[in-house]
C-alpha cells in the first residue's frame, strides 16, 4: 500500500510529504462509509476535501483528527504511525462545524485552553493568546464570552484556537457552512490569508464548489464514500476524470466516446478522433469539454494541436460579459454543445439557424471513466 | 397555555379573527383564569389559611382567633424547636450533598454509556420514583435492620460476629434512608445537566489536548454542576419535609423538624403552633429555591 | 387512634353494607338516630336489631381521627349527631365546649350490667354527672419477648435496665409515655401533674433515652420492628399487637406492672344538639346487652364493659388495675416535653 504511488506525487505539487493516508477505510458493519484511500498531504498544503453530503468527506476529517478510528489502512504522520494515537496526542488542532466554543469561559480562556492542557506557563499563555487574537482581529474581545459574540466573531475564535498551539494541521469541519454569503467570502479571504502567512497545513471541509476552488492548493472530490479525484483547482476544472467531478464544477459539455483499441490506442467522439493523453482507463465511454474552452474560427486558422468542425446556431442566450451559443455538431447530428464566448468575440455576425465554425484544443478535452 | 388557546380557536384564523376579537379575548380570558386560577386557589388558599391559624393560639385546646406572635416567639424562644429546625437543616444539607455525590457518579456514568443501554439504566435508576415511599422505607429498614440483609451480609462474610445496630435506627441511618430514596430525584435533573453538555465540547477539549480527566474537571463538571445543585436543593426540600423517615429508621434520634410540626396536630390540638412551625419550614423551602433559581440563572447566563 | 386500623378489617364489609343502605333517603318513618363512630362500634348484628326493635333508622357516620369528631361536632354545635363514640380523655373538652349532654343513668336499665370497674370512671363525670357509658376498654401494657423472659417483668422499671439497653422499643406518644413514667413513679394523679413531677418525669425519659433503640410510630410498625429481632421488651400500643407478634413467630407475653398501666374506654355520650334523646338513650341501652359485649371481645380483641367472661376468655382480666385516661392539665406542655426528649441526643 504504502510503495504505491500516492496521487499528491501525482500532482506535482512542491510540497514536502507530512501525512500519508494509506488505504485508509472506514465501515460500519456491513455499511462502507468510506472506500480505501490513498492520499499524502504536503506540509504547508491547503487542502480540500470536497464532496456532496454522506460522501465520506467528515469521515476522512474525524479519522484524521483522531475522533474516529479508521476500519483498515493506517496513518502516517512524517513516516510514523499514528493510526492508533489518542486524540489528546495528536498535533492536530480541529474547526467545529459548530465551532465548539466552551460556552462558560472568555474568548481568552477559549484560545487559551490548548496551551493550558499542555501545562504551558502561564505568561507564555497570556502572550501566545493575545498574539493569536491579534492575528484573527479580535484583541478587544478576549473578555467576552461566546454568547456575546457574532457568527463571524466565534468564528474567528474557533480558528484562533486551533492554531495557538501550532499544530502540525488544522483540520476546518466545514467552518464557514453557518455563515451568510458575503461574510463568508470575507471569511474565505481571510482564511486563506492566515493560511499563508503561519505557513500551516490546513485540512479544509466543504461541500461548496466555489469555496473549494478559490482557496485550495489541492483538491479531493469524493463521493459516495470514494474519492473521484485528487488535483490542483485546475486540473479538477478542466480535466475531470469522471462524469461525476465533471459536472460537479459549473457547466460543461458531456458527449459520447469510444475507444479504438490497438497499438495506438484513440478516443472517437461526435468531435472527431482523439490521440489519448496518457493510459485509458478501462470502461472510458465520455468526454467532456467545457464551454468556454471553445471559440470561433475557420479550420484554415487552425494551431498545431488544435481541432475545428462547423456546427450549427441553434440559440444563443446574451449573459453580459458572456454569451452562451448552443450548438449542434452538423446538420442531423444527435448532439448539441454548449459554447461561452466573450461577448465581443461575437461580433454581430451569427444568426440562429446559420453555420459556425468551433475551434479547441484536444488538451481541453477529458475523458472520463464511467 | 395561550399558544394554545390561539390554535384552537385559529382553525381559521381569518374568520375568527375578523368577526369576534371579543370573544376570543374573553375566551382567552377565560382559559388564563383557569389555568392559573385554579391551581392557585387550590394552593394558596390552604396556605393562606395556614398563615393566618399561625397568627392564633389555643387556649385549653380551643383555637382562640386573634392575632398574636406568640407563635413565632415560642419558636424562637424554645431551644427544642430552634434546635430541631437547625438539627434537620443539617441533616438535609447532608442528605442533599451525599446525593449530589453519589447522584452524579450515577448519571455521569450513565451518561458516557451509549445507545440503549444508556436509557435504559436511566429508566432503571429513576423507576423507583414510582414505587411507594413508605415501602421504599420499609424495604430500607429490612436491608439495614437487626436481621437485615446487609447484617445478613456482613455476618456470612465473616466480617462481624453478630448482627449490627450500627446500620438501624440512628442518625445514619436515616441519612443513608433518605439518601437512596431521594437519589432518583437527584439523578434526573444531573442526567439532564450533563445532557446538555454538547458532544462536540469534549471533542474540542479532547482535540486541544485535554486527557479525559482534563476534560471533565474543565469542562463536563463547571458546565454540569449549577445544574446539578439545582437538583441536590430539591433534594434537601424533599428531606427538610420528611417526618416519615427518621420517625421509621430513626429510631432515639430520628426527631426531625417534621415531626415536631406532626406533633402538634392529632391530639395535641396545637394547630396554631404547628401551622407557625410549617410556615417556618416553608419560608426556608422557599428560600432554598430562590437559592436554586439564581444558581440557574447565573448559570444560564454564560 | 391505633386500635380502630384494626378493626377496620374485622368489620369493613359489614360498614360498607351499612354505609350504602344508611344513605338512601329517609322514608316517612320520622324516627332516625344520626351516630357518629369508629368502624366496628356500630355493626350489624346489633344495629339491626336494634332498628327492629325500636323501628327507628340508624344512620352511621365513620369517622378516622379524634380531630375529625371535634372538626364534625363543633360545625353545627353537636345538631348533625345524636350519639357519638369517644374515649374518655376527651370529655373535658367535650363538655367544656358543651357539645354533649348529661346521660340520666335512671333511663338505662342495662347499666346495670356494667362490670363494677366501668361503674364509676371519674373521667367521664362533671359537675357529679355521667356525660358517658362506658362501652370498649384496653391498656398500654408490656409486651416482652419469652425467651428473654421466663417469668413476666414485675416492674415498668425494666425499661431503664441495662440488661436490655438497645433491646426495648416504645411507643412515640407523649401522653401515654408521661403518664405511664407518671405510675411507675407512683404519682397520684398522673393526669395532673406538678412542676416538680414534669422535672423528674423529663429526667427519667431522659434517661430512658438511652435504653431505647427506637420510638415507633403505630400498631403494625411496633410489630414490624420487634418481629425483626433484637428486641426484648416493648411499651405496646395496644393487646393486639401480642397476637400479632404471635403471629409472626415471635414467642410474646403481655403483662401489666404492678404500677399499674393506662387503660382507654371508648364510651357513648349523647350530642348536645340530639333530636330525640330518648331514642339515643334506648341506643345506648341496648349496646350494654351482654351479647353486644360479647361480640366485642370475641371479634376485636378488646375488652367490653358487660360480660367478664367473653373478656376472660381473652385474658383481659386486669380492668382494675388500669388507670383510665383523663384529660390532662395541659396537652401542649406535654407535647413540649416530649419533643425535648426526642430532639435531646443521646450521650
Known amino acids: ?370 | 397555555m395561550t399558544d394554545l388557546s390561539l390554535a384552537a380557536s385559529g382553525a381559521d384564523p381569518a374568520i375568527a379573527g375578523a368577526r369576534a376579537p371579543h370573544r376570543r379575548w374573553l375566551r382567552r380570558t377565560a382559559l388564563r383564569l383557569a389555568v392559573y386560577g385554579v391551581p392557585a386557589l387550590l394552593i394558596l388558599v390552604p396556605l393562606a389559611t395556614f398563615l393566618v391559624y399561625s397568627f392564633w393560639t389555643t387556649v385549653d385546646g380551643r383555637v382562640v382567633q386573634s392575632f398574636t406572635l406568640a407563635n413565632y416567639v415560642d419558636f424562637l424562644a424554645k431551644p427544642v424547636y430552634r434546635g430541631v429546625f437547625t438539627g434537620t437543616l443539617w441533616l438535609a444539607s447532608i442528605v442533599a450533598t451525599t446525593s449530589l455525590i453519589f447522584g452524579y457518579i450515577i448519571a455521569y456514568l450513565v451518561w458516557r454509556l451509549e445507545g440503549r443501554l444508556r436509557y435504559f439504566l436511566l429508566l432503571l435508576s429513576v423507576i423507583p420514583l414510582a414505587m411507594n415511599y413508605i415501602v421504599k422505607i420499609y424495604a430500607m429498614r429490612n436491608i439495614l435492620g437487626y436481621n437485615g440483609s446487609l447484617n445478613w451480609l456482613l455476618v456470612h462474610a465473616g466480617l462481624i460476629e453478630a448482627p449490627s445496630k450500627l446500620f438501624i435506627f440512628n442518625q445514619t441511618a436515616v441519612m443513608i434512608t433518605m439518601a437512596v430514596i431521594y437519589l432518583p430525584y437527584a439523578i434526573l435533573p444531573i442526567f439532564l445537566s450533563l445532557e446538555r453538555v454538547s458532544p462536540s465540547l469534549l471533542a474540542a477539549s479532547a482535540d486541544l489536548g485535554g486527557r479525559p480527566g482534563q476534560t471533565f474537571r474543565n469542562v463536563v463538571l463547571p458546565l454540569s454542576l449549577p445544574g446539578s445543585i439545582v437538583g441536590a436543593l430539591f433534594v434537601m426540600v424533599l428531606a427538610l419535609g420528611d417526618y416519615l423517615t427518621p420517625q421509621m429508621v430513626g429510631g432515639n434520634q430520628g426527631f426531625t423538624f417534621g415531626r415536631a410540626i406532626w406533633s402538634q396536630f392529632g391530639m395535641a390540638f396545637n394547630w396554631p403552633f404547628g401551622a407557625a412551625l410549617a410556615v417556618v419550614l416553608l419560608l426556608s423551602v422557599v428560600l432554598i429555591i430562590l437559592v436554586a433559581a439564581a444558581i440557574s440563572r447565573h448559570a444560564r447566563v454564560k | ?347
Open chain 1, 1 to 370: 500500500m504504502i510503495g504505491a504511488p500516492s496521487t499528491g506525487a501525482d500532482a506535482g505539487m512542491s510540497f514536502r510529504n507530512l501525512i500519508h493516508l494509506a488505504g485508509v477505510g472506514k465501515s460500519y458493519g456491513a455499511v462502507n462509509v468510506l472506500k480505501p484511500v490513498d492520499l499524502t498531504i504536503g506540509d504547508g498544503e491547503f487542502l480540500t476535501i470536497l464532496g456532496p453530503s454522506g460522501s465520506g468527506k467528515t469521515t476522512i476529517l474525524r479519522m484524521l483528527g483522531g475522533f474516529t478510528p479508521p476500519s483498515t489502512g493506517r496513518i502516517l504522520l512524517d513516516g510514523v504511525d499514528i493510526t492508533d494515537m489518542p486524540i489528546f496526542e495528536r498535533p492536530f488542532n480541529t474547526v467545529f462545524q459548530d465551532y465548539a466554543l466552551f460556552p462558560h469561559m472568555s474568548v481568552a480562556k477559549n484560545v487559551g485552553y490548548g496551551l493550558k492542557m499542555r501545562r504551558r506557563p502561564r505568561a507564555e499563555i497570556d502572550a501566545k493568546v493575545a498574539d493569536v487574537l491579534a492575528m484573527v482581529e479580535l484583541s478587544d474581545k478576549a473578555g467576552r464570552y461566546p454568547a456575546e459574540l457574532s457568527g463571524g466573531q466565534r468564528q474567528r475564535v474557533a480558528l484562533a484556537r486551533a492554531i495557538v498551539c501550532e499544530p502540525k494541521v488544522v483540520l476546518l469541519d466545514e467552518p464557514l457552512g453557518a455563515l451568510d454569503a458575503e461574510l463568508r467570502r470575507s471569511m474565505q479571504d481571510f482564511l486563506k490569508a492566515l493560511q499563508r502567512r503561519i505557513r500551516t497545513t490546513f485540512v479544509f471541509i466543504t461541500h461548496d464548489q466555489e469555496e473549494a476552488i478559490s482557496m485550495s492548493d489541492r483538491i479531493v472530490v469524493m463521493d459516495h464514500g470514494k474519492v473521484e479525484q485528487v488535483g490542483t483547482p485546475k486540473d479538477i476544472y478542466y480535466r475531470p476524470q469522471s462524469e461525476f467531478v465533471a459536472k460537479f464544477f459549473g457547466e460543461n459539455n458531456i458527449l459520447p466516446a469510444r475507444l479504438t483499441a490497438g497499438a495506438d490506442p484513440a478516443i472517437e467522439s461526435p468531435l472527431g478522433g482523439h490521440a489519448l493523453h496518457g493510459a485509458a482507463p478501462a470502461g472510458t465511454c465520455s468526454v467532456a469539454i467545457r464551454p468556454e474552452s471553445f471559440s470561433l474560427g475557420e479550420a484554415a486558422n487552425t494551431a498545431a494541436g488544435q481541432r475545428s468542425m462547423v456546427g450549427r446556431l441553434e440559440s444563443l442566450t446574451f449573459l453580459g460579459a458572456t454569451t452562451q451559443l448552443v450548438v449542434r455538431l452538423g446538420d442531423g447530428s444527435p448532439h448539441t454543445v454548449k459554447v461561452r464566448l466573450p461577448t465581443p468575440d461575437l461580433g454581430e455576425g451569427v444568426g440562429i439557424g446559420e453555420a459556425v465554425s468551433l475551434r479547441w484544443s484536444t488538451a481541453d478535452v477529458s475523458v472520463l471513466n464511467a
Open chain 3, 1 to 347: 387512634m391505633h386500635r380502630r386500623d384494626f378493626m377496620t378489617g374485622v368489620t369493613a364489609g359489614l360498614a360498607g353494607l351499612l354505609l350504602s343502605s344508611a344513605t338512601l333517603p329517609a322514608t316517612a318513618a320520622p324516627k332516625e338516630l344520626r351516630v357518629l363512630t369508629w368502624e366496628g362500634y356500630a355493626d350489624e348484628p346489633w344495629v339491626k336489631a336494634f332498628e327492629a326493635k325500636t323501628g327507628a333508622k340508624v344512620k352511621i357516620t365513620y369517622t378516622g381521627s379524634v380531630d375529625e369528631i371535634f372538626a364534625k361536632m363543633t360545625a353545627s354545635k353537636g345538631e348533625d349527631f345524636d350519639v357519638i363514640a369517644i374515649e374518655t380523655s376527651s370529655y373535658k373538652r367535650l363538655t367544656q365546649e358543651k357539645l354533649i349532654q348529661p346521660v340520666d343513668l335512671t333511663k338505662v336499665p342495662n347499666a346495670k350490667n356494667l362490670l363494677p370497674a366501668f361503674r364509676e370512671v371519674s373521667a367521664i363525670v362533671f359537675d357529679g354527672k355521667p356525660y358517658a357509658v362506658p362501652f370498649a376498654w384496653g391498656s398500654i401494657p408490656l409486651i416482652y419477648d419469652k425467651k428473654a423472659f421466663p417469668q413476666p417483668p414485675a416492674s415498668w422499671s425494666v425499661l431503664w435496665d441495662d440488661k436490655y439497653k438497645g433491646r426495648i422499643i416504645a411507643m412515640d406518644d407523649a401522653n401515654n409515655a408521661i403518664v405511664t413514667t407518671a405510675l411507675l413513679l407512683g404519682y397520684k394523679d398522673p393526669f395532673n401533674l406538678t412542676d416538680a413531677q414534669f422535672a423528674e418525669i423529663k429526667a427519667k425519659l431522659l434517661d430512658q433515652k438511652r435504653y431505647v433503640s427506637t420510638y415507633y410510630a403505630g400498631f403494625d410498625d411496633g410489630v414490624s420492628i420487634f418481629a425483626q429481632g433484637g428486641v426484648d421488651l416493648m411499651m405496646s400500643m395496644g393487646e393486639p399487637q401480642a397476637p400479632m407478634l404471635q403471629k409472626k413467630g415471635v414467642d410474646v407475653g403481655l403483662t401489666i406492672p404492678k404500677e399499674g398501666a393506662i387503660g382507654w374506654i371508648d364510651c357513648w355520650a349523647i350530642s348536645a344538639g340530639a333530636r330525640d334523646p330518648a331514642l339515643a338513650l334506648a341506643f345506648i341501652d341496648f349496646m350494654l346487652e351482654k351479647q353486644v359485649g360479647t361480640y366485642i371481645s370475641e371479634k376485636t380483641g378488646y375488652g367490653n364493659t358487660t360480660n367478664a367472661d367473653a373478656n376472660a376468655a381473652i385474658g383481659l382480666t386486669y380492668a382494675d388495675k388500669l388507670v383510665f385516661l383523663q384529660a390532662p392539665e395541659n396537652f401542649a406542655r406535654r407535647i413540649d416535653l416530649w419533643n425535648e426528649i426526642k430532639a435531646t441526643p443521646v450521650e
